[in-house]
């Protein structure tokens, strides 16, 4: 449902409609375990602990805002993930989410590959010693020297995404007497039910090559003409934060659709496809995500069908789960600086951050938890919009929510489930220092991504 736009950008401080939020939770000291990474807990003392360190001890060593990640909780989301598609299928953590170098480190111990859709990632894979021929390369508008570096790396594929494209794979392969394995991004016609920023399968957007009209067909007749390809098989990605599969089942049926079309008219059969990625998670208590088995069974379900359907022999599935396993295993902590009372209105709890460290909110409306976790209270509940300290009215991190009405400057709060896109998203608005990345397992603390610091912003400016 579209909404109109205020020329300095939505208008969020408008009142709230009657019934727009839920009623307050019964208890505001409780911690949704669909929301918090899986070490998390309130002690008896009431402080909030991740890996088995309290949250206070964490913002006096590495202050705030700071973003600290599950590393217990990554490994077995990765194996979760790896368990559940089996050793026929291929998981790819989509680094898009969150990429580091102890993060790609992480992924080779629990058996996954990575997919990057950047040189920058391609850097930060190869950095940390990810074996080239595990790396998918994605992206709507790969350079020249992009694709050269990834070839000669040995990226065990490039995913074509128009083309243009194709030509220009082809002609850095020739060059470099390589012979590509690649695979081409189609888009299938599937309106996901998501916003509409991270819908990626309908016609009318930037990525892939469309099935409507005969496009995807054609790429594949050109791409299988081409010496420096070896055309493997067929790429569709549906979207960003989907709970229901229908969209990916008509989305397999048309992939295998195009599977028979290339049988019939080339006689080869293509041995994979890429079902992509976009599995959502709990941001509230409302969300309900499936679990890897679950999800693997469907898509394995439904590709087997249209498959033997299409008297097809099942190509090897791999997807691309980003968010669905960084996303839930991270919080961002923050400190109350000031509580703002509206009489008839709302209370502004602002804190040390903002949009700078979480664009979410403001890109795509996302709807977040936040709890009191350096203390507990058994003070009334009050509805609040917990705001950062930049120079926008849109500068919001969780638009509606309830925290306890005794909540005052000093206070922690935390938001949960910003593994995924917060820190890869992060900027440096109103010179804003972006936050670390500081990894908790067994009682141990560790930064994985420093903070950054004055000294680089005056570093990178050179004027």
């Known amino acids: 449902m579209s909404r109109s736009a205020h020329p300095a950008g ?7 409609t009657e019934g727009h939020y839920t009623a307050p939770p019964a208890d505001l000291n409780a911690l949704d375990e669909k929301v918090w990474a899986r070490t998390v807990s309130r002690n008896a003392d009431g402080v909030v602990a ?17 973003y600290f990640l599950d590393e217990s909780d990554f490994r077995a989301r990765c194996r979760a993930w790896a368990d559940a598609f089996g ?48 790396i998918a390369f994605h992206g709507n508008n790969k350079t020249v020297a992009e694709i050269e570096r990834a070839m000669e790396a040995g990226v065990g594929r490039i995913v074509l995404d128009s083309f243009q494209e194709i030509v220009r794979v082809s002609h850095v392969a020739q060059r470099l007497g390589k012979r590509q394995r690649v695979q081409i991004r189609v888009t299938v016609g599937v309106e996901a039910h998501t916003h509409e920023f991270i819908a990626t399968a309908h ?10 009209g005969g496009e995807a067909a054609e790429a594949v007749r050109r791409a299988l003409t081409l010496d420096g390809l070896e055309l493997v098989g067929i790429h569709s990605h549906i979207g960003s934060q989907i709970f229901d599969m229908a969209g990916f089942e008509v989305s397999a049926r048309r992939v295998v659709q ?47 069908r249209e498959c033997e359907a299409a008297g097809l022999a099942t190509p090897r599935i791999s997807v691309e789960p980003g968010r669905a396993i960084v996303g839930p295993t991270a919080f961002t ?34 709807e977040y938890s936040v709890a009191l976790v350096s203390r507990r209270s058994d003070a009334e509940p009050q509805l609040v919009r917990v705001v ?33 896109y917060c820190r890869a998203m992060a900027s440096n608005y109103n010179h804003a220092l972006r936050p670390p990345v500081v990894a908790v397992r067994d009682g141990e603390a560790r930064v994985i991504v420093r903070r950054e610091t004055e000294e680089d912003l005056l570093r990178l400016d050179v004027g």
Not at 50 to 66: D, S
Not at 276 to 291: F, Q
Request: hydrophobic share 40%; aromatic share 6%; proline share 5%.
């Open 388 to 420: 950062g300290k930049h120079c926008e009215s849109g500068d919001i991190v969780v638009k509606d929510a309830f925290l306890p009405s005794d909540l005052a400057p000093g206070d922690l709060i935390a938001v949960p489930a910003t593994g995924a």
């Open 203 to 212: 016609e009318d957007q930037k990525f892939g090559i469309a099935l409507a």
């Open 87 to 134: 050793r026929d299928a291929d998981v790819f953590y989509a680094g898009k989410a969150f990429l580091s170098r102890a993060v790609v480190r992480w992924l080779q111990e629990e058996g996954l590959n990575l997919d990057v859709c950047s040189g920058g990632e391609l850097t930060i894979a190869l950095a940390a010693g990810m074996p080239a021929e595990r």
């Open 258 to 304: 195009l599977l028979a079309e290339v049988r019939d008219e080339h006689g080869i059969e293509l041995p994979e496809i890429d079902l992509g990625g976009g599995l959502g998670i709990a941001y509230t208590s409302d969300d309900d995500p499936r679990e890897p088995h679950e999800i693997a069974k469907a898509l394995g379900d439904i590709v087997t």
């Open 333 to 366: 902590l923050y400190e109350v600086g000031t509580v703002k009372h509206l009489e008839g209105l709302r209370t502004y709890v602002s804190v040390d951050g903002g949009m700078s460290d979480n664009i979410r909110t403001a890109l795509y409306d996302a």
């Open 10 to 16: 939505p208008r969020h401080a408008d009142v709230l």
């Open 50 to 66: 991740v890996g088995g360190i309290e949250v206070t001890r964490l913002a006096e060593e590495f202050g705030t805002p700071a």
